[in-house]
């Protein structure tokens, strides 16, 4: 989906659910494999991510997606994360290989992790607030 927001970020923008636990450890993963500092993010539910997004037609009350916002395209689910991996170094970037499963059964087993995570893997009271050396990537 291609996006007309009213401020474009040069670098891609993930989108994540600020209170997940599955999500934000994640985040710090990607902070942790990120050697080229390609990536920033923003919390789904800050000011920015709701302005952001609701340029695309996003719901903005919608926390249930990961998305990623990258060379004028809006990527959902699985198809951000796949487009993550493809951005990053080798080894992770063979990641990508989920993209030669149909995309319904890709999403399928998002939505179920998706549904779940809070029961999985827990969540905060409040959004991640992240370590000092990385605030630079937060938006």
């Known amino acids: 989906m291609n ?3 009213r401020e474009r970020h040069s670098k891609p923008i993930v989108f994540f659910d600020g209170v997940c636990n599955l999500c ?3 985040v710090k993963y990607l902070l942790r494999i990120d050697k080229k500092n390609i990536l920033v993010f923003s919390q789904l539910q800050s000011k920015y991510s709701s302005e952001s997004l609701k340029n695309i037609g996003y719901n903005i009350g919608d926390i249930s997606s990961i998305v990623l916002l990258y060379q004028n395209r809006a990527y959902f689910k699985s198809d951000a994360i796949i487009k993550v991996f493809e951005l990053m170094d080798y080894p992770w970037k063979t990641l990508q ?6 995309c319904k059964l890709r999403d399928f087993f998002y939505d179920l992790i998706a549904e779940n995570r809070y029961n999985w893997f827990g969540k905060k009271n409040i959004c991640m607030i992240p370590d000092k050396k990385y605030l630079h990537k937060f938006l």
């Open 3 to 5: 996006y007309a927001g």
């Open 24 to 26: 934000n450890n994640s």
């Open 97 to 102: 290989i989920i993209k030669y499963l149909p």
